[in-house]
């Protein structure tokens, strides 16, 4: 007897998981691997494990992993790895689990809330996921946010420091990156609106965190769209309040700090910068910035509220 297959549920091989580890995570130890596996065994999957010698190597290693169409692929890092994984499953009905083990594990937040390893694993083995966008920033694939002054160089602060744990300690830390930053005058387009701004805080939300922030708290993460944040420029925004605000969770957009909701946006012209992408900050040489949202391409493990 011929066995059928529907064409909207492709046959799939025994249940495998894979686990893609970054042991130069900022949280990670051989422990918190230990008991991800041990719920693995647990549950009754098979699984092999795979550690990062180079993101350039792994994403030769995940191009090859998704064409045997595994059940699942573990980010266990923080942003950087699961924006890795992320770019190949683009198209795939594999699905990303994320075990957060990274500093700020912005993804996993926006999507989850705090990071708990034993509710990360519950997520993971909940057989129960949802749909997210993606976008790509001039090529440049990313889940979370894109940031341009502010961000990347409260970053900067942070990697020299200590992450603040209050809200002033934030506030002193956003004045000092905010002092950082050189403006220039750029034309940024979202959908149809346009305006001239030099602004010194600019970001690209598709999730709400940036650095373990609350940047953009009413992004909804599956309808196409992105929210775009920032100031008008003339040093007329205080940045150190606004942050101090986003971290408690109270700030309220007004004339000064404004945000668009969009599903295209154009920067021009931008001079040679840094771009916060995603956790890490890489170099952005071109003349213009093209960002593009893609609706509901990443299946994330999710377990459902109830």
């Known amino acids: 007897m011929k066995r059928s297959f529907s064409r909207y549920s492709p046959y ?12 130069g995570a900022d949280g990670y130890s051989s422990k918190k691997i230990d008991y991800l596996t041990g719920e693995l065994k647990r549950a009754g ?9 180079t993101f350039e190597n792994a994403l030769v290693q995940l191009r090859g992993i998704v064409q045997r169409r595994p059940e699942a692929i573990i ?32 993804i996993y937040r926006s999507l989850n809330g705090e990071p708990k390893l034993e509710s990360a694993a519950e997520h993971i083995l909940s057989g129960k996921s949802i749909k997210i966008d993606h976008g790509l920033a001039s090529g440049r694939f990313f889940l979370g946010s894109i940031g ?15 992450v603040p744990r209050f809200g002033l300690g934030w506030s002193r830390m ?21 305006f001239d701004i030099s602004p010194r805080l600019l970001n690209i939300n598709l999730l709400p965190y940036s650095v373990g922030l609350p940047i953009a708290s009413a992004c909804i993460e599956d309808d196409g769209k992105g929210e775009v944040i920032f ?26 700090i404004r945000m668009f909701r969009g599903s295209k946006v154009t920067i021009s012209p931008i001079p040679r910068s840094k771009l916060y992408i995603d956790g890490e900050i890489v170099d952005h040489a071109l003349d213009a910035l093209e960002i593009e949202f893609f609706e509901k391409k990443i299946r994330i493990f999710h377990k459902s509220e109830s």
């Open 231 to 256: 100031d008008i420029g003339n040093n007329s925004a205080i940045l150190s309040s606004f942050i101090r605000m986003i971290f408690k969770k109270k700030y309220i957009y007004s004339d000064d």
């Open 12 to 23: 799939r091989g025994p249940s495998l998981f894979y686990l893609l580890i970054n042991p």
């Open 174 to 194: 956003a004045a000092m990156a905010a002092a950082n930053v050189n403006t220039k005058q750029i034309s940024i387009k979202i959908d149809a609106f346009r």
């Open 148 to 162: 341009i002054g502010l961000i990347p160089e409260l970053l900067g602060q942070i990697n020299s420091k200590r």
């Open 75 to 106: 980010a266990c890092g923080g942003d950087s790895t699961v924006n890795l994984i992320a770019q190949t499953l683009i198209r795939h009905s594999t699905g990303l689990g994320i075990y957060p083990l990274g500093r700020f594990n912005n």
């Open 45 to 53: 999957k098979q699984f092999h494990t795979i550690e990062i010698a």
